[in-house]
């Protein structure tokens, strides 16, 4: 074979070779009907690409034809890793950092549960409580707040979720077609090697090489927006972990001041308290504090996965 064979042939499998690579982890794995309906395209797609003369409107057509292969889903995914990217971590960050709104109410929450907790007399228990109930309620209504912003965070990145999960459904066919025309007109290019060396060579150059760069875009694309769906899942998995946190706080701390009052109340005729309500109420106390020790925890744990992660992939630049 001479040298000009040999250059189209290291064109096409440096092509080849990029979408293996590009293909590294992502399933282009499709069901039976799927695969069938594919077939039902792809053969007489091949059919007329093969026989339409080079430089015709028809080999035009077709060639542009593949370069359309997954438009929309491509358009679709764009836009939707572009909308989150960078932005799911905004409210855990907003709520979470040092500044953020759950820190000075965790903070505040904390002061308050010590300080009564650290009360030793009925009457001081009582003053204080009288005090603090009304500032302890409104924080716990904060805590309120933070969560339902996570709520409603979570509830944006479901929709944005199924969104991308169906796009990426849809691209995951498109490149099936894709990785299918490229095998049938490879068969087609090794079948015309010894019959017509020269038409093989042509259709090596111009359509074996144009559906595997579209192959490949769209494989990277895949690619992009799976990462992008995995990256939806792990920011929702923290929300979750934080809201069960502060609701289960938010839960504790309820319960604490109507332990606290019944207590005041069962000693309030007494000269001296019971071992047992003294013990009551500082139990009830030192559940709120470890209550907020888990929040904490949680907080520090998704700080630092946040910190951890890569940031979210950009959207492929496919044209």
Known sequence: MGSGHSDLDDTANAEGGDVGAAADGVSLTVPP???ARIERLAVPFVDRLVGAPFGSPAFARALAAVERIGEPEVQSTTQITGAFRNRPTRVLHAL???????????????????????????????????????????LVAALDVDRAALELDNATIGQLERALWGEIDGLREDAALAARLDALVEDRI????????????????????AIRRRRRD??????????????LRL??????????????????????????????????????????????????WSEVLRALDRVEDRKRVT?????????SPPPASIG
């Open 96 to 138: 979470l950092d040092a500044d953020g709104s759950l820190t000075r109410n965790l903070r505040e929450l904390r002061g308050e549960a010590e300080r009564l907790q650290q009360e030793t007399r009925p009457s001081d228990s009582a003053r204080r409580l009288a005090r603090s109930e009304r500032r302890i309620r409104d």
């Open 235 to 284: 920011i929702e998995h923290d929300n979750l972990e934080v809201i069960w946190a502060i609701r289960s706080a938010a839960t504790t701390t309820t319960s604490a001041i109507r332990t606290a009052s019944l207590a005041i109340d069962r000693v309030a005729d007494r000269e001296l308290p019971s071992h047992a309500d003294l013990l009551e109420t500082d139990d009830a």
């Open 190 to 209: 090794e079948r015309l090697r010894d019959t017509d060396p020269d038409r093989a060579r042509r259709l090596q150059l111009d359509a074996l090489f």
């Open 218 to 231: 769209l494989v990277m694309q895949l690619a992009v927006a799976t990462q992008g769906y995995s990256a």
């Open 33 to 35: 009907e799927v695969a």
């Open 303 to 311: 700080l630092g996965e946040l910190s951890a992660r890569p940031a």
